[in-house]
């Protein structure tokens, strides 16, 4: 049976499918000595190379299926190097032995809050894809009076520069002593467009003072997990976020929950 190439290469962990669309279009991968063109199909036999290393096996499964979720830190980057110099994500988590780490998505420098991150970049593109609207909830302090008709107007929808968005719901919590004029409100949405939440509450005057995500998909914050630390989701969990973007759970998914000690930089 054969599968698409940049499936195959997603699967075992080399990256996201869209990632490795690029990376076959950019000459980086070959298969059998010969340069990959895009939509090439292959079989467990193919002798796949990236930059000139060889996959390794690529059969039905890749390696094991594993999930991390970071407490992401306000000035960290959720790249894998800066030229500023910048902290990274990818810095504190937990070595793998094969394939590497794939951010699901990704956060503003500014903004704090639940990322994960996977070693199955098939697992990885359908938590991102648009087509399964996974729902993102995020805590949000905003500066300025919050009228019903303006939360009316969020959840209703509103155009912004590059399309229409909405919040599926906005709930307000208690203001804490001493916040003044900020108010702490819970939003949903289920798109991942570049800033969409600030930009959706500054689309109605007001100014997001702090901005943290705490839910994605079935996948929330950890209680007692602290900012730049990990904790690595276990079998039942995994095989929940594989199930809601429609992959089948594995038997060997994900191993006991851990969370990270505090203390140095971790390799990538």
Same mark, same amino acid.
């Given at each position: 049976?054969?599968?698409?190439?940049?499936?195959?290469?997603?699967?075992?962990?080399?990256?996201?499918?869209?990632?490795?669309? =690029? *990376? #076959?279009?950019? /000459? &980086?991968?070959? %298969?059998?000595?010969?340069?990959?063109? !895009?939509?090439?199909?292959?079989? $467990?036999?193919?002798?796949?190379?990236?930059?000139?290393?060889?996959?390794?096996?690529?059969?039905?499964?890749?390696?094991?299926?594993?999930?991390?979720?970071?407490?992401?830190?306000?000035?960290?980057?959720?790249?894998?190097?800066?030229?500023?110099?910048?902290?990274?994500?990818?810095?504190?988590?937990?070595?793998?032995?094969?394939? =590497? *780490? #794939?951010?699901? /998505? &990704?956060?503003? %420098?500014?903004?704090?809050?639940?990322? !994960?991150?996977?070693?199955?970049? $098939?697992?990885?593109?359908?938590?991102?894809?648009?087509?399964?609207?996974?729902?993102?909830?995020?805590?949000?302090?905003?500066?300025?009076?919050?009228?019903?008709?303006?939360?009316?107007?969020?959840?209703?929808?509103?155009?912004?520069?590059?399309?229409?968005?909405?919040?599926?719901?906005?709930?307000?919590?208690?203001?804490?002593?001493?916040?003044?004029?900020?108010?702490?409100?819970? %939003?949903?949405?289920?798109?991942?467009?570049?800033?969409?939440?600030?930009?959706?509450?500054?689309?109605?005057?007001?100014?997001?003072?702090?901005?943290?995500?705490?839910?994605?998909?079935?996948?929330?914050?950890?209680?007692?997990?602290?900012?730049?630390?990990?904790?690595?989701?276990?079998?039942?969990?995994?095989?929940?976020?594989?199930?809601?973007?429609?992959?089948?759970?594995?038997?060997?998914?994900?191993?006991?929950?851990?969370?990270?000690?505090?203390?140095?930089?971790?390799?990538?």
């Amino acid at each position: 049976m054969t599968e698409k190439l940049q499936k195959v290469l997603a699967r075992a962990g080399v990256g996201s499918r869209r990632e490795m669309e =690029r *990376w #076959i279009s950019e /000459g &980086r991968v070959q %298969v059998n000595g010969r340069p990959a063109t !895009l939509g090439a199909r292959v079989d $467990e036999t193919a002798r796949i190379t990236v930059d000139g290393r060889p996959l390794g096996k690529h059969g039905a499964h890749g390696p094991r299926r594993r999930v991390v979720a970071y407490y992401k830190r306000a000035g960290e980057v959720t790249t894998r190097s800066d030229p500023d110099g910048r902290p990274t994500v990818f810095d504190r988590l937990p070595p793998v032995t094969r394939g =590497r *780490w #794939i951010a699901v /998505g &990704r956060l503003d %420098v500014d903004t704090l809050g639940l990322l !994960l991150f996977t070693t199955d970049g $098939e697992l990885a593109n359908r938590l991102m894809h648009p087509s399964h609207e996974l729902p993102r909830e995020y805590a949000v302090r905003v500066f300025g009076e919050v009228t019903p008709e303006i939360i009316a107007r969020l959840t209703r929808g509103v155009t912004l520069e590059d399309g229409e968005a909405r919040f599926e719901s906005v709930q307000p919590r208690s203001q804490a002593e001493g916040e003044g004029a900020n108010e702490w409100y819970h %939003v949903v949405l289920r798109r991942g467009r570049r800033r969409e939440v600030r930009r959706l509450w500054e689309s109605q005057g007001l100014t997001v003072s702090r901005l943290i995500r705490v839910r994605y998909g079935p996948v929330s914050l950890p209680r007692g997990l602290r900012r730049g630390d990990f904790r690595e989701l276990n079998a039942r969990e995994v095989g929940s976020l594989a199930a809601s973007v429609g992959l089948q759970p594995r038997p060997e998914d994900g191993p006991p929950p851990q969370r990270r000690r505090q203390g140095g930089r971790r390799r990538r």
